[in-house]
């Protein structure tokens, strides 16, 4: 599986922002996808996922300001981040995996964990920064 990431960049405290990826080659068989993000402080943690079924979860923290689409005719992932804040600053990147990323309900994986789930191996993007200023 081939992965082209693009978007990112800088913006102001409440601006928007969209990732895209576009995936291409066995997309059949990864067709569970996601977006993490890292930071030195917080390490990698999962943003958002979407399932082959259009089941989504989200990191708490996202919810109500991103969303996470799929355009499967397209084979193209995208991120709509709304009303950014500093602390979403990071480095974004799509992955897709051949197990579902979001839970069925869409909700934590397990009590207090996460509601995007690690990938077991995945085809990953190349990464985007996204800075926000206050």
């Known amino acids: 599986v081939r992965v082209v990431q693009s978007g990112g960049g800088s913006v102001q405290a409440g601006g928007s922002l969209r990732l895209s990826c576009v995936f291409s080659?066995?997309?059949?068989?990864?067709?569970?996808m996601g977006w993490f993000r890292q930071t030195p402080a917080r390490g990698r943690e999962g943003v958002a996922a979407?399932?082959?079924?259009?089941?989504?979860s989200y990191l708490a923290s996202v919810k109500g300001r991103f969303t996470i689409s799929k355009d499967n005719a397209e084979d193209t992932l995208y991120l709509e981040m709304t009303n950014l804040k500093p602390e979403d600053t990071a480095e974004y990147t799509c992955v897709a995996d051949y197990r579902p990323l979001a839970k069925a309900d869409g909700g934590d994986w397990w009590p207090g964990g996460p509601a995007v789930r690690e990938p077991l191996n995945g085809y990953w993007g190349q990464g985007a920064r996204v800075s926000v200023v206050s």
């Open positions: 979407i399932n082959d079924d259009g089941t989504t």
């Open positions: 080659g066995d997309t059949y068989t990864w067709k569970h």
